[in-house]
Each structure stands twice: as C-alpha cells, then as structure tokens.
C-alpha cells in the first residue's frame, strides 16, 4: 500500500512511498533510516485500495455522521488487523484489537466552502519509486475555532484531494493525521460550495504502525495550534 504523507522537510511535500523504498522516518524529533521489502503484491494492494473506497462508499451512504463513523471505526479494525496490505506489521496483525479512536464528537464536523481563490504554489518532490510528483495548492478551509488548512490536488495520474493534520495534542500521532486522501478513497463527500471535513475520521499514516513506512511532515499550512481530540489517536 502507498503513503501518501507531507513533506521531508517543514514546508514540503511528500509523495507516497513504500516500505520498500528508503526514506528518513521521524520518530520523536530524529530521523532513522530504514530498508525492508514490502512483502505484499501490487493485486494485495489494489484489493485494499478497493476495500478502502467501498469503506468510504458506506461511510458517506449514512445519513447520520456518528453512525457512518462507527462503520469507518469497525470497517477500518478488519482492514489493519488482517489485510495483507495493512500497513500495521504482520507478525503483530494477531494481537491487533483495534485502532484507539476517540468517540464522535459533532463538533468536530464541518462543512465548509473551499477558498479556491489562493495564489499558485506547486511543490514538485521527488520520491524513491515514483519519481517528481506534484502537488498543487487548491485551496483553503476555515474551521471555526481551530484556524486555516491548505486543502492540496496531487497533480499526478489519477489525481486527487489531499488533507493533512497536525494540531496541539499530546495523544495523536506527532507527525501528523490524515483527514482526506481522495485517490486512495479517503472522500468524506461534499464539494467545493460544502466540502464534508470531519476531524472525528483524522488517521494515523502508515508509519504510525510501522517505521519502515515514510512519515509525514505537515507544513504551517496544515498545523493547527489548538488541540483536536478526535479522530485515531496514537498508541506507542
């Protein structure tokens, strides 16, 4: 499975990479290297990814958000505790119970309309297996309370909305969260006059799990100063 995480460095980008791939993995305020074979087959991987966007399919089918963030919660446990492709480490997979998710907080769910009307920025970042990736600044978000978010369109084949997170909390996984990942199926729905940003669905990236994965970094843009207390929260 690929990750797609922010940046190597503070105000960068960083394209998704895999377990086989080297890359500088942040762990508590130090990098680490780390090399492992990714074990899984590309047809493992596009068996998640289905499984992913059908996940999503029923999350955004719930007319009710705290329902449809139960199936997320329980749908998500059966991928990372037995997926081949789960990013959390095989031999650990048995004694997996389930990702540490806050419970449903309404608060924490916005729909908000997109300011498209920012400056150009593209960040052009090389990765280790899938060459110069770019992504493209396509717009800002106002979450009452909390502050700004840059919202990003990686540029690539395919394509899609990227949402990173950082904020205040001592309990969330200190590189960073994800709250959408369009191309992957991460899609909470909504467009650009009401895009659904849910926090309670914010999710640890794959090297959270495992330090073989490629870690994120989120820029200013998308580090928030106050705490979000829901969402996955990181279990060391």
Known sequence: ML?????LN?????DPTGPDAAQPVPRRGH????VTADPTT?????????RVHQLYGEVRAQADPAAG??????GRDRLLGAHLASPVPADAR??????????????YRFVVVVDTGVEPEVREVGTGTDGVVSLELAGRIDLPGLGRLDLWWLAGYGGGLFLPLRDASRHTYGGGRYVLDTVKGADLGGDARGLVIDLNFAYQPSCAYDEAWACPLPGPGNTLDVAVPVGERFAS
């Open 3 to 7: 990750s797609l995480a922010l940046g």
């Open 94 to 107: 048995k004694r997996f119970t389930g990702a540490d998710v806050a419970p449903y907080d309404p608060a």
């Open 31 to 34: 990098y680490r290297w780390r």
């Open 42 to 50: 590309p047809l493992d991987r596009l068996d998640w990814r289905r």
């Open 69 to 74: 963030h139960r199936c997320w919660v329980e």
């Open 10 to 14: 503070f105000m960068g980008l960083l």
